[in-house]
């Protein structure tokens, strides 16, 4: 019976291991518009985040916005926060937090144009610095 589980797992953990670098990768927005993004930016040595915008082109998915932002931000750590190219995108998500070792707070809020689940747990992140957060579900609303 251990066995079985042992291989169960192992075999979640190969599947999922396949899958996750697609859906990273996948295209969150039409490759012909120009996006606005805002995000943060915190620069090395530096202990606080800095909120900006900034209109990118061609940047379809999260890790080519953050490609784009890094380019110019080359000693920054970069994360996306909203990415916007015409309507509003809503999204309910619950969520977990909690702040150092103390007990998990369940949370629900509504998000805009938060098209992942990353920017999500940065508008999070950005809302509670400190914590940490995970997310239970990211739903869109109609």
């Not at 509003?88 to 098209?115: D, E």
Request: aromatic residues 8%; hydrophobic residues 40%.
């Amino acid at each position: 019976m251990r066995k079985i589980f042992t291989i169960a797992i192992t075999t979640i953990t190969i599947f999922l291991g396949c899958i996750s670098p697609a859906m990273a990768n996948r295209e969150i927005v039409p490759a012909d518009v120009t996006v606005k993004v805002q995000y943060q930016l915190k620069m090395d040595g530096y202990n606080s985040w800095t909120t900006t915008n900034a209109s990118l082109r061609g940047a379809v998915t999260e890790s080519m916005m953050i490609g784009q932002l890094a380019a110019r931000h080359p000693n920054g750590q970069i994360r996306i926060l909203s990415a916007s190219y015409g309507k509003t995108v809503a999204h309910t998500v619950r969520y977990q937090m909690k702040r150092g070792k103390s007990a998990w707070t369940n949370g629900t809020v509504t998000l805009n144009n938060a098209l992942t689940e990353s920017m999500a747990r940065n508008q999070l992140k950005a809302k509670f610095p400190g914590t940490s957060i995970r997310i239970l579900s990211f739903v869109k609303k109609k």
